[in-house]
């Protein structure tokens, strides 16, 4: 297995994860389900810095590039309640880096809780600097804006893109396909299914190139947009999937039908709350005492929660839902929850 990933681990990384994230059954939510398929999750929202959740892979790849380039500041970009966001804040006070946050309304939602609460409060309590910028702005721009500044001052700053999902940042999901393809040869056995939200894309590219390198099978993914539209999400997957394979000279290619996305948990729009997310997050705490997220996670296991009850995963099958993090995220939506 090590052998294949030669290419990865010649790229610079940091260690920001104690080890493999644990893969459980979820045996309660099977019985409420009568579900004839296995269910289990990889909770990679159980990592011990910052809360931890998926940008922390990707954090692992970024701020590794950034120290080896000689950087001491790290200017990054997201919604107001991006986790990346709260990530990066978390991890750059780990390494002693100096953070500062680009952040834009995405939607308008729940009120104070939306604007203060959340991963807002956490990335102010992690010593990030963050920047409120109006809905609209190029976030981009102005990071690299505020690189400028930082220059001025002294400062080597190092600018990540929205979500993490660079080239460099998604391989963090190509160490987590080979973590999970040697979870799945210790089982003596592959899920059939592999589950995840696709936001800025970077989980998805990561985890199908780690699989492809393995001759594992990426078709099994299937993922969830909650940001863009179908047609966008595939064309930019698909777009990643092949920055990120040149990157890693990796010749064979992920085929283009083996990216699956499903566009039927989107909704009104991105962070905007579905009636399958609601229940998904209420089902799944109170069944098996685990927290999914508004925006990303929830709205992927409610697509999950959809195909068992409509038939579409057969009977005897397994299906691994990868738990991405963004619990924080639940604050910001507490007048959403606190409705019946
Ligand atoms: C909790 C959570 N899950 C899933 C995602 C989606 O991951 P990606 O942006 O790599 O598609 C994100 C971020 O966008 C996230 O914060």
Do not use: P, R
């Given at each position: 297995?090590?052998?294949?990933?030669?290419s990865l681990d010649a790229i610079s990384s940091v260690r920001l994860i104690d080890g493999p994230t644990p893969i459980q059954r979820l045996n309660r939510l099977e019985s409420v389900l009568r579900s004839d398929v296995a269910l289990y999750v990889k909770r990679d929202d159980l990592m011990s810095v910052g809360g931890g959740g998926n940008k922390l892979r990707k954090l692992e790849y970024l701020l590794g590039d950034a120290l080896a380039q000689g950087c001491d500041a790290f200017v990054t970009t997201g919604g107001l309640q991006s986790n990346h966001a709260r990530l990066s804040a978390a991890a750059c006070a780990r390494l002693g880096l100096k953070c500062e946050l680009v952040l834009a309304p995405m939607v308008s939602y729940d009120g104070d809780g939306y604007t203060q609460n959340g991963n807002?409060?956490?990335d102010k309590l992690f010593g990030a600097t963050v920047h409120e910028v109006p809905r609209g702005t190029d976030a981009l721009a102005f990071a690299h804006e505020r690189a400028n500044e930082l220059r001025t001052l002294g400062y080597k700053p190092y600018v990540a893109g929205l979500g993490g999902s660079t080239p460099i940042g998604a391989l963090g999901y190509v160490s987590g396909a080979r973590e999970l393809l040697e979870q799945e040869a210790q089982r003596g056995e592959a899920f059939s299914h592999i589950v995840i939200p696709s936001g800025s894309f970077g989980t998805h590219a990561g985890l199908a190139i780690g699989l492809a390198m393995a001759n594992a099978q990426p078709e099994r993914i299937q993922a969830f947009t909650v940001l863009s539209p179908l047609d966008v999400a595939i064309t930019k997957t698909r777009d990643l999937i092949a920055q990120v394979q040149a990157q890693l000279r990796f010749q064979s290619s992920v085929a283009?039908?083996?990216v699956r996305i499903d566009g039927s948990q989107l909704g009104e729009g991105y962070g905007i709350p579905t009636d399958g997310m609601l229940e998904a997050v209420r089902l799944l705490a109170q069944t098996e005492g685990?927290?999914?997220d508004p925006v990303y996670s929830g709205k992927a296991f409610a697509g999950l929660l959809?195909?068992?009850r409509r038939g579409a995963i057969a009977a005897g099958s397994s299906?691994?839902?990868?738990?991405t993090g963004g619990t924080p995220g639940l604050f910001a939506y507490r007048q959403t929850f606190d409705r019946p």
């Open positions: 297995m090590t052998a294949l990933f030669n807002v409060l956490l283009a039908d083996a685990l927290l999914l959809h195909d068992i299906a691994l839902f990868i738990m």
